[in-house]
């Protein structure tokens, strides 16, 4: 089946540094890639939708400059958090769909600002 | 504003029960909805979905049904087991072919006790 591989699984970072979590499609094309935000005993908040090759387009209230998104491949989609700061915190998840495949998840990353 | 309500954020079932879910939404006509299990600190595993012209869906122990005139769905756990104790989140999803984002619930935290 369709497996979405996502790095760090957990990353602790400085306030004022970047961070940098891979999202990978590992056996299937990804055209659209989702990143989602979770803060605790909520629901996942989503962020922005990338397609392949263009520009994210991001949900209201998300900064475009602060979090980046890079899709440059079928298979690989990045999201930086520039300059985070401790309301940064929180769990970021990935998904992509393909043109055979619902919606697979990654595992998440914890991301921690100090 | 789309609005989506899942019954309690814990739900405490004995070990052999069935378990039922609920989730009510309302200013939103899904295509589709989806029902996703969530472990703490791992993303959404997909479990089900149910299309709108479609009233019920099982597979194995899982049976969701949909009923859009009351714009509901019951998700059910028979002869649920300890390893059942999750989150289970409820997700529409407004039209198919993959490149659309899904809006979530909060989830309903089951615990299955021996």
């Known amino acids: 089946g369709a497996v979405v591989s996502q790095h760090p699984s957990w990353v602790i970072c400085k306030s004022g540094t970047s961070v940098k979590i891979e999202c990978r499609s590992l056996?299937?094309?990804?055209?659209?890639m989702f990143w989602y935000r979770q803060f605790p005993k909520q629901s996942l908040m989503l962020m922005a939708t990338?397609?392949?090759?263009?520009?994210?387009?991001?949900e209201q209230g998300v900064e475009k400059d602060k979090f980046l998104i890079n899709h440059a491949s079928l298979t690989l989609s990045t999201l930086t958090v520039t300059s985070a700061h401790p309301e940064d915190s929180s769990f970021y998840i990935c998904?992509?769909?393909?043109?055979?495949?619902?919606?697979?998840f990654g595992s998440g990353t914890r991301l921690t600002v100090v | 504003s789309q609005k989506i309500e899942q019954n309690s954020e814990a739900l405490n079932i004995q070990e052999g029960k069935t378990a039922t879910l609920t989730c009510n939404y309302t200013?939103?006509?899904?295509?589709?909805l989806q029902w996703y299990r969530q472990d703490p600190g791992r993303g959404p595993v997909f479990l089900l979905l149910?299309?709108?012209?479609?009233k019920e869906k099982r597979k194995e122990r899982l049976k969701v049904t949909f009923d859009t005139t009351l714009k509901q769905s019951l998700f059910h756990i028979t002869a649920s087991q300890p390893a059942d104790s999750a989150t289970y989140l409820c997700?529409?999803?407004?039209?198919?072919?993959?490149?659309?984002?899904?809006?979530f619930g909060k989830g309903t935290h089951l615990i299955i006790q021996p």
């Open positions: 149910i299309r709108e012209n479609e």
């Open positions: 200013n939103y006509s899904p295509a589709y």
């Open positions: 998904s992509a769909s393909g043109e055979y495949y619902g919606y697979t």
């Open positions: 990338s397609n392949e090759g263009s520009k994210a387009t991001y």
């Open positions: 997700v529409l999803e407004p039209g198919g072919g993959g490149a659309d984002g899904l809006t």
């Open positions: 056996d299937f094309q990804a055209t659209t």
